[in-house]
């Protein structure tokens, strides 16, 4: 006989359990099916696992250039198998936490593999051959997705590694090529070289970090070159040779048309993220895809009645602070609490490289092509006393407003922190905040959130410290 339920998540990562909670908190009898474990890519292979990665190069690195605080010390050790190892611990501790969560909030999780099964059912799957089919009220797909993979350039283990494979590795490269300048791209480029890795970077784009506004674009390619990381845009892999110890690539570059032999020790394929659809029981149901994402509307909802999709599988942008605003909308209207659906220009994007980027809204170049008449504000740490104290003085916080109606359309920024600042502008940007309303506010003294307000300032005139 089949178990019944209200609401069953397909998938336990951070929309998926996000979602679970907030049903189990509204009251609904709720059930998570996850096949491989808790908190999905997110927290065990992907952003908490990376930042504890990141601090470690960080600290790295700030001890290296300690002599410029006035505190000498001699070089560091790098024990690669330890920063490993506690990257590792601190997904663990989480993944645990999401477990007490759920047993706290009465969530049932089926460890197993689920798929659609008819109108409002699903069936269950487990590791042992069984199943258990499930009637439901209503369902969310959160199956999130997985690395994209080029043909010649599949993850062996050995010499080609996605993100899963450089987050694990047992020995620190001399040489490392990243395939791709996005988030994943830069930061993994941003850890091994603060570790001592020659990397080299190559982007299609004519840019790195191509969907960030082009002039935190140029200011990045500019910082990380300094640094020592190559940069070869316009690039792409013609085609591989692995030898006996290292891998010989051949790179062309599309605005000279030219090609380049080069040996590396290993490569990481950062190229983006392809959804997690298939095995799901999508084939028996009206659901819609596109490009490897299961089509929704501004509720989440797919072309079948009563099922949902949120996070990754559901398409950019590609983000778990996406997933989770999802998955609490969800829930929140299936409840009957009325729609208050994510605008997808207030969604932050977040690198966590040294120097971080940070940015919402629109990019100038975005915002001049659909009409807008601009006025736009810019503020150098260089100008500001916390980014000097802290030796931090390189970066930039760019604001764009609609010089009509004084509209925050986007707000851009590289340097240190930024990726804390960036909330304020979020903030504002959802509840339609002008550049009075900013201009108006007081900012704490001396912070590095000066520089928003000086930005706003810059962008009419008003600028106090520049």
């Known amino acids: 006989m089949a178990r019944n339920v209200d609401i069953i998540v397909i998938g336990g990562g951070q929309g ?46 700030l001890i290296n250039n ?15 198998k330890k920063i490993i190892a506690r990257s590792r611990d601190v997904s663990k501790k989480l ?63 050995k010499f080609i590694w996605s993100y899963k494979e450089a987050m694990i590795a047992d020995n620190l490269p001399e040489k490392l090529l990243v395939i791709g300048s996005g988030a994943i791209g830069m930061e993994f480029a ?33 910082e990380f070159t300094d640094q020592g990381i190559i940069i070869k845009t316009n690039s792409t892999v013609n085609k591989v040779k692995k030898l006996t110890n290292k891998i010989e690539v051949e790179l062309k570059d599309h605005q000279n048309n030219k090609l380049e032999s080069l040996q590396f020790d290993r490569i990481i394929s950062a190229v983006g993220i392809v959804g ?24 989440c909802e797919t072309d079948e009645p009563n099922i949902f999709a949120i996070g990754d599988v559901a398409g950019a942008p590609w983000l778990a602070h996406k997933a989770s605003h999802e998955a609490v909308t969800v829930i929140d209207y299936i409840a009957g609490k009325g729609s208050h659906s994510l605008k997808k220009e207030n969604i932050p994007g977040c690198t966590y490289t040294n120097p971080q ?48 109606t004084g509209e925050l359309l986007g707000a851009h920024m590289i340097g240190a922190e ?3 600042l960036i909330q304020g502008f979020v903030l504002a940007k959802n509840l339609e905040a002008t550049e009075e309303d900013i201009m108006r506010t007081c900012f704490p003294h001396p912070t590095l959130s000066e520089m928003m307000h000086e930005s706003v300032l810059d962008a009419y005139g008003q600028a106090l410290h520049i």
């Not at 300690?66 to 070089?75: D, H, L, M, R």
């Not at 109108?119 to 997705?145: M, W």
């Not at 970066?395 to 010089?403: E, H, Q, V």
């Open 16 to 61: 998926g359990y996000v979602a679970a909670i907030r049903a189990a908190q509204l009251g609904f009898k709720t059930a998570v099916i996850e096949e491989k474990h808790l908190g999905g890519i997110c927290l065990n292979w992907g952003c908490i696992p990376t930042k504890a990665l990141l601090k470690s190069a960080e600290l790295n690195n």
């Open 66 to 80: 300690s002599a410029k605080y006035g505190i000498k010390v001699g070089s560091t050790e790098i024990d690669f």
């Open 95 to 157: 993944s645990s936490g999401i477990a007490h969560l759920m047993k706290k909030n009465q969530v049932t999780v089926i460890e197993a593999r689920g798929k659609l099964n008819g109108p409002n059912q699903v069936r269950a799957f487990f590791a042992d051959g069984e199943s258990e089919d499930l009637k439901v009220k209503h369902i969310i797909i959160a199956t999130g997705a997985r690395a994209r993979i080029l043909p010649n350039l599949e993850p062996d283990g």
């Open 190 to 222: 941003n850890f091994y070289h603060n570790l001592g890795s020659k990397v080299t970077i190559i982007e299609l784009a004519d840019r790195i970090l191509p969907v960030e506004d082009s002039e935190i674009s140029k200011l990045a390619n500019k």
């Open 276 to 299: 997690n659809i298939e095995d799901i029981g999508l084939e028996a149901s009206k659901i819609k895809t596109d490009k490897g994402n299961i089509i929704t509307n501004e509720n």
């Open 357 to 404: 980027i940070a940015s919402v809204g629109l990019t100038e170049e975005q915002a001049i092509k659909q009409g807008y008449n601009l006025k736009i504000g810019r503020f150098p740490f260089m100008a500001n006393g916390k980014a000097l104290a802290s030796g931090k003085e390189n970066g930039l916080i760019k604001t764009i407003f609609n010089s009509e």
């Open 418 to 420: 930024v990726t804390e």
